[in-house]
């Protein structure tokens, strides 16, 4: 079975400043993975993929990902934090062939300071 | 393109009422459909999905039940509401290949009083 771990629930950064939001997973095949990002009382928009076909992915908003296969990680990154960044982020596995649903991680709620 | 519709946005129930969440997405046939929970403050948590009209898998046991009359329709339904029941109520939908994301509607706010 596949599993996201999220590290640090709450991450604070200063506008302006680099974003990092770690993600690993634990998956017996080659995953495909996700971020997603939730404002408050909305639902879920997809940030960006991976699905094998490059490890370093952009998605939107300037945000992008890294796939390391010898980490297992899927760290999401921006260079330069916007107020309008803040929000929650969560990581999602799913494993190749599954029909069921993704498993995300616990989210993390990015916080953006002035 | 294709869009989801959830509704309504928010609703207020006392316990022992029955419920009735709607969705519907446009722009795509024999989706996969989705009905997640999130409670304050706690992640997302799978409740049902459905490949098919007619075909529910449930993830969790409890109160809830879930229905797909219809190719692009998904209700999510209770008899008898609880005070657990309470949360954010996500619907989504999926292209039935490998490595289609998870497209998400905006959401029900249910409270349980």
């Known amino acids: 079975a596949q599993s996201v771990t999220q590290l640090g629930s709450h991450v604070s950064v200063s506008e302006g400043a680099l974003v990092l939001l770690r993600c690993n997973y634990s998956s017996s095949v080659p995953p495909y993975l996700f971020w997603y990002v939730q404002y408050p009382n909305q639902g879920l928009q997809l940030l960006l993929k991976?699905?094998?076909?490059?490890?370093l992915v952009k998605g939107i908003n300037g945000f992008e990902a890294e796939f390391k296969k010898s980490e297992t990680s899927f760290h999401l990154t921006k260079p330069s934090a916007h107020m309008s960044d803040a929000a929650e982020y969560f990581c999602a596995v799913k494993k190749s062939g599954s029909a069921r649903q993704l498993t995300f991680g616990s989210g993390t709620q990015l916080t953006v300071l002035p | 393109s294709q869009t989801i519709h959830q509704w309504p946005a928010t609703l207020v129930q006392p316990v022992g009422s029955p419920l009735s969440l709607e969705c519907t997405v446009e722009g795509t046939s024999n989706p996969n459909l989705y009905w997640y929970r999130q409670a304050a403050g706690r992640g997302l948590q799978l409740l049902f999905y459905s490949v098919g009209i007619g075909q529910i898998s449930s993830e969790v046991p409890q109160n809830l039940s879930a229905s797909r009359p219809q190719d692009r329709q998904f209700i999510l339904s209770s008899k008898k509401l609880l005070l657990s029941d309470s949360g954010f109520y996500l619907c989504?939908?999926?292209?039935?290949?490998?490595?289609?994301?998870?497209?998400f509607g905006n959401g029900t706010r249910l409270t349980v009083t």
């Open positions: 991976y699905t094998s076909a490059a490890t």
């Open positions: 989504a939908w999926s292209v039935p290949t490998g490595g289609s994301p998870l497209h």
